[in-house]
């Protein structure tokens, strides 16, 4: 099975028009912590009823059990039986979410009753016309016949987006009443078996060529998409259960699926601090594990080049996410607090707006503070305000960083080591350090920098690795001792 290519905007529908929609993930930390990458994955023989459930929960869902992902898990039969009831949702080409939770629908239009006998008087007018052969008979036909024909034309393309609509909608009732013999939805499958045969149309439709001329002689088709949009609009409080009902299943499914694969997993325990043991991120094979730790004060990590600071703070993100959302994280034990995530690892510049690094650093971090007024949070930053000069960047990180700190907790990756001093009244110092493999994280700043030692290692000629390597020795000196000359860049 081949399943429909949906896009992202698709997928998010759901998201937007669930009522009570609390977003605990912004599209920046979304885009930040490669969630797109990470949903695709779970999406894999997923409808986009699932699809969209999945995306719901990564975004809003707040202290996920996981019961039934875990019911899934430890039973093969009641598995597979659900997998066969489901297995039709995937045959959708269009996503419904906006039908039944957008906009209500229009009611039945007043002239509806007069499509009925439009056909009957163009037959009746023809049959006269044919009998007696007066003119002003065969002019009626033809201006019935044009009526008609304009009929078709003024609701064509809405028949047949109505048409997608209508059977993604009856594929979702069809499941449901499926699930029923599964002893999951049997408290009403027959009324969802019941409301889909009130949805479909006449066999006599489905017969090739009849359904062709029942349309365009007798408007079949225009007067079936009012009759089913009625029927959808008066039953939309039960289409809507049914909808969050199937796409929960669909989901948890997806995630049964996800986990039997998985290399590890656990479920997470509440508590207010984070504690992950063993954590990887899902998306890298063979990721090297880590332990890492976090109480009730902020983090400030550091680390060579290379070593994968940025990786750590999107290991733990993600599972921070996946633990609030779905109930468990990709490690041997996890604790992890019912905290949104909100992170600033990826500014760009803007040619179409003008808008520059720094000035996309400085509207993030402003973002960020509004975040940390409004509720607590925990906040994941890479390298803040890179777009600047030396002592500008670290004057502006360390304000906006303490601020937050003090409004929630802060997680922060950077090569500006002295952030570590200026921050140590509300942020711990961790150095991160790659050893047989493993990561390991101890106390402390790192010590032995390594962005000069790269120049060799990436081809660079000596004489430019043994200037830097003046430069760097005399700015070292001329920090503590600003009185020092300038050195000669002479070879």
């Not at 906006?98 to 002239?111: D, I, K, N, Q």
């Not at 997993?265 to 890492?292: D, K, S, T, Y």
């Amino acid at each position: 099975m081949t399943d429909y290519p949906f896009v992202p905007s698709d997928v998010a529908f759901y998201h937007r028009l669930a009522p009570g929609a609390d977003c605990l993930v912004d599209d920046h930390t979304w885009d930040d912590l490669l969630l797109p990458a990470y949903s695709a994955e779970l999406a894999r023989e997923t409808s986009i009823f699932g699809q969209q459930e999945l995306h719901r929960r990564l975004r809003v869902e707040q202290g996920a059990s996981g019961e039934r992902v875990r019911a899934l898990l430890a039973d093969e039969g009641l598995r597979a039986q659900t997998q066969t009831a489901c297995k039709d949702l995937r045959d959708a080409d269009r996503e419904i979410s906006e039908t039944l939770f957008g906009p209500s629908l229009p009611a039945l239009p007043r002239w509806l009753p007069v499509l009925r006998w439009l056909p009957l008087a163009f037959v009746a007018s023809l049959v006269a016309a044919l009998a007696v052969g007066w003119l002003l008979l065969w002019g009626a036909a033809v201006v019935l016949a044009l009526v008609m024909c304009a009929i078709q034309v003024r609701h064509y393309e809405e028949v047949q987006e109505w048409a997608r609509i209508l059977n993604s909608t009856q594929l979702m009732l069809r499941v449901h009443t499926l699930l029923g013999r599964v002893a999951t939805f049997e408290d009403d499958a027959a009324q969802a078996g019941k409301l889909n045969r009130r949805m479909s149309r006449s066999l006599f439709a489905d017969m090739p060529g009849v359904g062709d001329y029942g349309d365009w002689f007798f408007l079949q088709n225009v007067r079936h998409y009012f009759k089913s949009r009625e029927v959808v609009r008066t039953n939309i409080d039960f289409l809507r259960a049914s909808f969050e009902r199937v796409a929960a299943l669909d989901a948890d499914l997806a995630l049964a699926r996800h986990l039997l694969v998985a290399p590890v997993h656990c479920w997470a325990e509440r508590g207010e601090e984070v504690a992950l043991e063993a954590v990887v991120h899902p998306l890298l094979a063979g990721a090297a594990p880590l332990n890492f730790g976090m109480g009730d004060r902020s983090v400030f990590i550091s680390g060579q080049n290379g070593v994968g600071k940025s990786t750590l703070l999107r290991t733990v993100g993600l599972n921070l996410i996946t633990a609030r959302a779905f109930g468990f994280c990709y490690a041997t034990r996890a604790v992890t607090p019912l905290l949104p995530v909100y992170s600033s690892m990826q500014n760009e510049d803007a040619l179409t707006s003008g808008e520059s690094f720094y000035m996309a650093e400085l509207r993030r971090g402003q973002e960020l503070l509004t975040l940390a007024a409004q509720r607590p949070a925990l906040f994941i930053i890479d390298e803040i305000f890179r777009g600047t000069n030396y002592l500008e960047s670290v004057s502006a990180a360390a304000a906006v960083l303490h601020t937050l700190a003090q409004q929630g907790r802060v997680m922060v990756a950077s090569h500006h080591l002295v952030l570590a001093s200026l921050l140590s009244d509300c942020m711990d110092a961790w150095c991160v350090r790659r050893s047989d493999g493993r990561w390991q994280l101890t106390p402390g700043v790192l010590g032995d920098t390594n962005g000069i030692a790269l120049l060799s290692e990436r081809g660079f000629a000596p004489a430019i690795t043994s200037k830097a390597n003046r430069i760097h020795t005399w700015l070292s000196d001329y920090m503590a001792h600003p009185d020092a000359d300038l050195p000669q860049l002479t070879s």
